[in-house]
């Protein structure tokens, strides 16, 4: 009996820990979100954008919008580009500041 009780009260206090490690990890992360549009205002649909150091791609809506979850323990090199525009790489401590990224027509 003293065993199964200790067996419960081990897996108790794992399920503890890992459930303090998720709330961790959810509070080093935040979420940027921006929309991306042409230097013009028009909105860029489908633009790439990629996190080289995750190996992450996403791609904005048909509305040029997107929303990314970043860790905060980090810095990222982000690029986003579309076809018939310059290639635009921003850092990720920077971006939390940015509402509109504006892409330039080649």
Do not use: C, W
Request: proline share 1%; hydrophobic share 40%; glycine share 8%.
């Amino acid at each position: 009996m003293k065993k199964l009780l200790y067996i419960f009260l081990i897996l108790g206090l794992n399920q503890a820990l890992v459930a303090g490690n998720s709330d961790k990890e959810k509070t080093n992360t935040k979420v940027v979100v921006g929309k991306i549009t042409d230097t013009m205002g028009e909105s860029i649909a489908g633009a790439k954008i990629v996190i080289p150091e995750t190996g992450e791609t996403f791609f904005a809506d048909m509305d040029g919008n997107f929303k990314l979850s970043l860790k905060t323990d980090r810095e990222y090199s982000i690029t986003i580009n579309s076809i018939g525009y310059e290639l635009l790489q921003v850092k990720s401590s920077h971006l939390s500041s940015f509402t509109d990224l504006s892409l330039k027509s080649l």
